[in-house]
Every structure is written in C-alpha cells, then in structure tokens.
C-alpha cells in the first residue's frame, strides 16, 4: 500500500529565510502529489500539484515543488519565508489510474520567526 | 470562490449514539469523500462515492458507518453508534473528476465522543 512520509512535524524558519519541506512516497509507480495547507479553523487548501509534465511545479503564494522520481520525492519550497506561512503542510498522493483514494503524510507545522 | 462546506464544525456526543455529519460540495463535482484525522495521526481515507454509490471504501468504514446523498446538495456521514475511538477531524471533500483531479476540502467537523 501507498505510504507518505513527511520528515520533520515542527519546522521553524525565520522571516526571509528557504522553507524547505520534504514529502516521499512509497510507490515504484509515480503517483500523483499535492501539497494542501491548512491554517487554523480552515479547510485544506490546495497549493500545488504534479500529475504529468515538466517536473517543477509552481503553486500559489510563491511555493513550488519538484517531484524527483529516482528520490521517490516531492519535496516543498519557498525561497523567502513570510509571517502568513505559518500553518500546517500536507503531502497527499494518490495512485495513477483512475483512483481517487488521498494517501496523506502526517503534516508539518511550520513557524515563521519575525 | 466556491468552497464545500460542513456542519456542525463541533459536535460531542455520548458513545453509542448516532451522529450525522454534513456536507455541502461544490456544486458542479461530481465525486464526494470523506476523510478522518484521530488527534495526532495522519488523515485517513474513509470512503468516496460516485453517482449515488459507494466508489470505494476504506478498512475504516464499517456497517457503523454509511453516507448518503439525500439531496442534490448535501453529503452526510451517518456513525450509527458512535465509540470512542471515533473522536476525530471528520473532512469532507468534492471533485470533478479522478485521475490526479484536485479534491477540495470542507473546514471539518471535529466529533468528541464521551
């Protein structure tokens, strides 16, 4: 079965400062990845996502991700870190096909220090 | 900017009672889900469905659960008899279609059983 791993539950950046956020999947078959994010009391919010294609995808709020398939990775970016990043980061993927089963990482909170 | 939305966003009730839960998707989807997260765990997949049947379910979802779509807006997660371990984040999700389709997600409805 598909599995998600998120490294690193807390990350704490300052302003300015690379968010890096590092999701892997467990499959030989390339899923689909997404990163969502959540602030507080608020539904997941999609950020980005890669299902076929040039393998830097940019989403919103200056994030982007690049899926790496030799690293079984989809890793998350931002070169300059703002005080509204703060919230929590979710890798999803889902398997090729027409499947539509979220397979979630545990998420990361990411704090954004003045 | 159409969203899915969901109520109660809290509900506690006493184990072994039944709880429905709510859901308005969006409204052209046309795929509808249900996730779950237990307090410190990842979100879970719990069961999607597709013109009026249930496309796919998880481990999770028992003959304790069941969901319906009692109209041509609503989504309903029904736990017959709630336990304990039922405390969760209850989402709700919409799609248009699978395939790497983005699923968007309701606020939650946090459910405490006592």
């Known amino acids: 079965a598909q599995s998600v791993t998120q490294l690193g539950s807390h990350v704490s950046v300052s302003e300015g400062a690379l968010v890096l956020l590092r999701c892997n999947y467990s499959s030989s078959v390339p899923p689909y990845l997404f990163w969502y994010v959540q602030y507080p009391n608020q539904g997941l919010q999609l950020l980005l996502k890669y299902t076929t294609g040039a393998t830097l995808v940019k989403g919103i709020n200056g994030f982007e991700a690049e899926f790496k398939k030799s690293e079984t990775s989809f890793h998350l970016t931002k070169p300059s870190a703002h005080m509204s990043d703060a919230a929590e980061y979710f890798c999803?993927?889902?398997?090729?096909?027409?499947?539509?089963?979220?397979?979630f990482g545990s998420g990361t909170k990411l704090n954004v220090k003045p | 900017e159409p969203e899915v939305t969901q109520t109660p966003s809290h509900q506690v009730t006493q184990m072994g009672q039944e709880v429905i839960l709510r859901c308005v998707p969006i409204?052209?989807?046309?795929?509808f889900y249900w996730y779950r997260q237990i307090l410190g765990q990842k979100v879970e997949f719990l069961v999607s469905f597709y013109n009026n049947e249930i496309s796919e379910k998880s481990e999770i979802f028992d003959d304790q659960f069941s969901v319906e779509r009692p109209d041509g807006s609503n989504f309903t997660l029904k736990i017959r008899s709630t336990k304990l371990e039922d405390s969760a984040m209850y989402f709700c999700?919409?799609?248009?279609?699978?395939?790497?389709?983005?699923?968007?997600f309701g606020p939650g409805t946090r459910l405490l059983v006592l």
């Open positions: 999803a993927v889902s398997d090729r096909g027409n499947f539509n089963k979220f397979y």
């Open positions: 409204s052209n989807h046309l795929y």
């Open positions: 999700a919409s799609s248009t279609g699978l395939g790497g389709e983005t699923q968007y």
